[in-house]
């Protein structure tokens, strides 16, 4: 064989094969591309997320039907809602969201500013975390019930008690997120900040913490699904109205369609409150992460 032949046989062998391994690579990764992108759709998440709840709603229709539970046991899910409607006829039921709602929402927002001041405080500062590191430790090991009689005696019955809960709550996820996450903060950054003049409040509001921010918003998540933890055991101080009082008058009196309906409440506003606070991180983090 001549050899302008043997190059061009080992010409179209090497392209070939090159192509073909090319080929290869290619396809896997261009395949691998379109589920990603087909499932970060909202519509399919929305309606992936959906299935679970779906599911198993239908198996607690099927269980209750079946007469596997008595009706006190699990009633059907058209007793829960025939509890809700009767509770919305009688004027009742937005009020009990409304005030857990409030009750929530004030606590969460005291107990994360406590958070966030405390966890700068300790994350900036060597000796305020070796002073007070060990006794805030100590205070979150305390049990949410624990603080019940106390905050009864010190604050009586009133709404400060139950704010003063669910703020204890709220404080701890804030304050221990915010205090690591600015002992990681890098430090040339922060010394490039003092370079242009930088210094305390302004250092820590323009460069340390829009540094954090994914970090503070974790904290906020949990402390916002501590705080309706919290709620429960808030409203069990001398509740007349709320979720949490609607549960334990509910078992205090066979109620337990109305005892699942305040549960489904609760896990309803919950993720509700999330979702709105997640959209607030994204704005957060394209705004100064």
Aim: net charge positive; glycine share 10%.
């Amino acid at each position: 064989m001549s050899g302008a032949s043997q190059a061009r046989v080992d010409g179209g062998v090497d392209g070939g094969v090159d192509g073909g391994a090319d080929a290869d690579v290619r396809a896997p990764v261009g395949h691998g591309r379109q589920p990603a992108a087909w499932l970060a759709h909202p519509v399919v998440r929305v309606l992936a997320g959906l299935l679970l709840p779906a599911a198993l709603l239908a198996g607690w229709h099927t269980l209750s039907s079946a007469g596997v539970f008595s009706p006190v046991q699990l009633p059907a899910p058209g007793t829960v809602l025939d509890a809700a409607r009767g509770l919305w006829e009688r004027d009742e039921l937005l009020g009990h969201v409304h005030i857990s709602t409030q009750r929530v929402l004030v606590g969460f927002a005291i107990g994360a500013s406590v958070g966030v001041v405390l966890g700068s405080l300790l994350g900036l500062s060597r000796v305020a975390d070796l002073l007070l590191a060990p006794t805030i430790g100590a205070v979150r090991a305390v049990p949410s019930l624990a603080w019940v009689p106390l905050l009864i005696l010190w604050m009586k019955i009133g709404e400060d008690s139950k704010v003063t809960l669910i703020a204890i709550g709220a404080m701890f996820p804030v304050f221990t997120t915010v205090h690591l996450a600015l002992r990681h903060v890098d430090r040339q950054l922060v010394e490039a900040a003092r370079a242009f003049g930088l210094r305390d409040v302004r250092l820590l509001t323009a460069v340390q913490l829009p540094a954090v921010v994914p970090a503070v918003f974790s904290g906020l998540r949990l402390a916002l699904a501590q705080s309706w933890l919290f709620l429960v055991a808030a409203e069990l101080i001398a509740s007349s109205q709320g979720l949490g009082f609607l549960l334990v008058d509910s078992q205090n009196n066979g109620r337990t369609d109305r005892l699942l309906l305040a549960i489904v409440l609760l896990a309803l506003l919950g993720k509700t409150t999330d979702a709105v606070l997640g959209v607030v991180e994204r704005w957060a983090v394209r705004r100064w992460a």
